[in-house]
């Protein structure tokens, strides 16, 4: 391609308008010239005025393209490099946006017994495609401007000044866990053999680090319908190597999280929230997450908001986030944010173990870590969605509400759920639980729905003690875990995500209604 002066200036262009037909002139960025011919993108105002739309954020206009002769031109001046990024933002913006309304922003019609109604899923369009396509052209691959932005952004929602994005939801919970192992903590350091009091109702990777690293998992029953901790049997499963409590929030309900926490300090336990399935919920108007010494949340797109893979820890504490940020960044001592040197500025002046005098800090371990950080593109994905989240949460209690009520003349077949007293909850999913009275199988009902395109999950491992990775490992139950049982033989949960419609709702209650020969 011959390239000439023409190429890369700001030009005025002569040119008949191909909308209107009539004799126009606007300022163009010349893209490219092959001899007399080049290619133009017209700019929606004076370029001056687009780069101030540009830094204001403002919505993207058509980028007109049109091919020209050099006799159409008159050149201007030549565009910075600075300027001229910005104006490819724009451009790619505007296609990105186009592309998003049309794959993502459209409602698609609902058709009854051939459309998927999925138990949990994302819900995304233009903001979170923009986000992403800004972070792409930073060229700044690992976690950058947009995860602070997320960090903070996060923190005020939930309350805490502490956040820690990391690769999952149980990551987080690895983080989490492993963070109170550290000698920093000194006698209050979980160690191997400790005990952590937890449920087997709920997802492994709640559990999973206690066993990982060799503490003792102490299961407690839950309660129907809530399908969280019974809290009145707690006391009775501590024991002199108790140390920390680790419970998650079930499908985003909260468990009562007052009275545990009042247990924990009186017997001086760590107390970790798990709260992937409860972004949002409160107890006694207060954030799941804050009662605490720390908490975590997924970010995977089933979840209430989503980066694709990812999660975070937070909490009030700096010392134990300082921990949690050693483990997450390789063990190593230094917390220098990525492509920071020298935050603590003395990074040649430290003495660490037998290490030399002045060891670059970037490079001294002080706890057997990770690498689980995030990208940049995902953050920013985030960071959009953080926008609905207020509408997500509000959707998702909508439709609780709404299942509650139409599923109400099956409750003499179904355990219909229930939120803990004192709770706000943000709910993940509507677990039901078929009575003995309803005089079928939970596989058959599932084998139907499942062919009548109704999603459905069970509650993660229903029992873990029943899975197949738990055999031979060290555990201890305090009392039966008889609803526990339950929940692994006869629980299943239906979808009230945000994506899901009015009438995807109404074939779902009408497919149970019909496989339970009730109607209302």
Known sequence: MIMSEFAGQLAVARFFDPATGQPAEAEVLVLEQNGQQCTVMCLPAPLEQCLLNLQADAAAHSPLILQLTVSQLRVLAAVSADQLEQIHRWAARYW????????????????????????????????????????????????????????????????????????????????AFMALTSPRLGERAI?????????????????????????????????????????????????????????????????????????????????????????????????VGTFGDLATVS????????????????????????????FRDWGRDCYCKTGCDNTCGKRFGWQFGDLPF??????????????????????ACALAQMERLPGFIATRQQHFDYLSQALQPLADRLILPQATPGSTPSWFGFPLTLRPEAGVARVDLLAYLDSQKVGT????????????YMQGVAHRVSGGLEQTDTVLHDTFWIGLYPGLTTAALDWTVLQLQSFLGVFD
């Open 299 to 326: 970010f995977y797109p089933a979840h209430h908001i989503t980066m694709g893979e990812g999660g975070a820890v937070f909490g009030r504490s700096a010392e134990l986030m300082a921990i949690v940020e050693s």
């Open 358 to 379: 002045g060891y670059d800090h970037k490079y001294v371990y002080t706890h057997v870590g990770y690498n689980l950080k995030i990208t940049d593109m995902q953050a």
């Open 457 to 468: 999950r069970l509650l993660f491992g229903g029992n873990l003690l029943r899975q197949p």
């Open 96 to 175: 990105v946006a186009r592309h998003a309304a049309h794959r993502f922003d459209r409602p698609r019609p609902f058709v009854a017994g051939q459309t998927v109604v999925p138990p949990s899923g994302k819900v995304i369009g233009t903001p979170e495609l923009l986000a992403m396509t800004d972070a792409v052209m930073d060229g700044w691959l690992t976690t950058g401007r947009f995860n602070s932005q997320f960090e903070e952004a996060l923190g005020r929602f939930i309350g805490v000044p502490h956040v820690l994005t990391t690769a999952s939801g149980s990551s987080a919970n690895l983080l």
């Open 191 to 287: 160690r191997p053999g400790d005990e952590v009091i937890t449920v087997a109702a709920g997802f492994p990777t709640t559990v999973n680090p206690a066993i990982q690293f060799g503490a003792i998992p102490v299961f407690v029953d839950i309660q129907l319908p809530t399908y969280n901790i019974d809290v009145s049997r707690i006391e009775a499963a501590i024991s002199p190597k108790t140390r920390a409590i680790m419970l998650a929030h079930t499908l985003g309900n909260p468990f009562d999280i007052a009275a545990v926490k009042a247990l924990a300090d009186k017997h001086g336990l760590w107390l970790v929230e798990d709260c992937c399935d409860a972004l949002g919920a409160r107890f006694n108007g207060q954030h």
